[in-house]
């Protein structure tokens, strides 16, 4: 990353992303060179206010698109497209974005794109990790998600009925005053724990957390919290990595890519390496700078959708809170 002066036919598409707390800002080639991703941490003190978050998105985004544009060394005219995620997500947050994204495609006359969050995070896996034909699971604050690729879109596996893992994590760890994001502080608390029993509820291939939730709460009144943290852990990563070797075997794919900030987790990744390595499947992790909600992986899918042929009058951009991620015709593929 860094600046460098724009090569001649070079596509470039800046990226804004804005489904939740996180403001994300970053530039891509039609190489799939990274050009520049800022990402914008809302502070928080407790869960996410959609008014509150938007508001923050408000006030940063101008900022943010003129830091990335110095930092590539470009300016706004040399960009090809401006992609922008038009769900899933909060409402408020969304029409921040989108509404920026329109000004900026408005102003500059350059082509805009609403792409899908869900479909972003995978195509950015596979950009920086080589992935080819992956399942991949999909793992965040707001999303708890396996896919794989399967007769032109992004087929949905197994999924959460109910909250997603992030949130699972965050939740608890609010409660108990552990902070937020609760996933780093629980993971740390959960090394020095060992395991009691928790609700572990796989429905067919969908996952529930909120009962999890719920009795881990509940344990943590009386037992030490670094054996609840442990257990929780344990037991949430279980339900993911089992659905996950299910629709490994029947989507019949080699590679796995883990997506979605809850990622990071370095016992996630053991218990997925694990289970990858017994069914002879490789595990694929990105970054962590593209691994939880960033503009580098909007701008990319920008580039690919546009690429292969998809376009968008304004009127067409309108934002979709509940898009599903097999709602979306996989063109470039
Ligand atoms: P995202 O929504 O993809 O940006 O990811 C944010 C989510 O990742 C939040 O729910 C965090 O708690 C979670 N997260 C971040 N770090 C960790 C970690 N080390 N272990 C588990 N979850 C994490
Ligand atoms: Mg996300």
Known sequence: MGSRAKQDAEFLCM????????????IVSDSGEILVNRVKHMKLAEGIHPSEAAQHHAAHLPSLVRQALEE???????????????????????RVAAVAARTLALKHRLPLLGVNH?????????????????LTVYVSGGNTQVTAFAKGRYR????????????????FARELGLGMPGGPAVEKLAKKGSYLPLPYVVKGMDLSYSGLLTAALRLAEKESLADVCFSLQETAFAMLVEVAERALVQAEKREVLLAGGV????????????????QG?????????????????????????????????????????????????????
């Open 72 to 94: 590539a060394g470009l300016e706004m005219r040399e960009l090809s497209l401006i992609a922008f995620s038009r769900g899933p997500g909060l409402g408020p947050c969304l």
């Open 281 to 333: 499947a490789e595990l694929l992790v990105p970054p962590a700078e593209v691994l939880g909600d960033n503009g580098a992986m909007i701008a990319w899918l920008g580039v690919l959708s546009y690429l292969a042929g998809a376009r968008q009058r304004l009127e067409e951009t309108q934002v979709r809170q509940r898009w599903r991620t097999d709602e979306v015709d996989v063109l470039w593929r």
């Open 263 to 278: 990622g990071v987790n370095v016992r996630l990744q053991e218990m997925l390496g694990e289970m990858c390595s017994e």
């Open 15 to 26: 990226g804004i992303e804005g489904t939740a707390e996180k403001l994300g800002v970053g």
């Open 156 to 171: 949905v596996f197994g999924e959460t009925i109910d909250i997603a893992l992030g949130n699972c994590i965050d939740q």
């Open 118 to 134: 869900c479909v972003a995070h995978i195509e950015i896996g596979r950009l920086t990790t080589g992935a080819e034909d992956p």
